[in-house]
């Protein structure tokens, strides 16, 4: 046997034994993707100015977040501007001012390719009324703009965890005059064909 018909002969093993299982499992894997959610919490430190002050009074908070979440199949860039108008502070610091509540979710599945970019940018509102009334106003640093009294530091990273909606990687943003924590969870849902 010649070398020419040996390779010939070889060419003709694939289609005899049939690859289209090896590919069809290929093609399945490339399917299964990942979408994300983003939760948020928002708590004070033991130390915070609030709990000295105003225990059980009313006020508001808002906060703006920057969103980068792009692929293939999915593209997101934006600001996400959520409010919360009823905050009430607890009595100590071991409950959230705000709750865990959803911020954002993708809809689409899509090729892994990262978690989200998620920077929050600014931190506002205010805690009562009339001559006790505290205002917030925190932002993140700038290069050429002098440092802000309360300035906000994002993307301080968290123990990744585990709880009723899955597996999370968190990140807080944290006021250090004010000393409100701005958590965010991101979720990587698994998606199944």
Known sequence: M?????WRLLALVPPAFGFAPVGTAVGAAAELGV???IDVMISAEPDAPIFS???GARGELSFTVRLSANSRESKFFGMLRPSFPNVVVPDGPGIPLVQQTK???EDVCHQRR???KVTVTQLGGH???G???IEISAINRHIGVLVPPDELTPGIKLDQGSDSFG?????RAQTRNSRLNVDLKIYPIDCFP
């Open 2 to 6: 010649g070398f020419r018909t040996f």
């Open 35 to 37: 979408r994300h959610r």
């Open 53 to 55: 002050r105003l225990k």
């Open 103 to 105: 911020l954002w979710e």
């Open 114 to 116: 990262g978690l989200p």
């Open 127 to 129: 805690f009562a009324e």
């Open 131 to 133: 001559e006790g009334r």
């Open 167 to 171: 597996l999370f990687y968190a990140f």
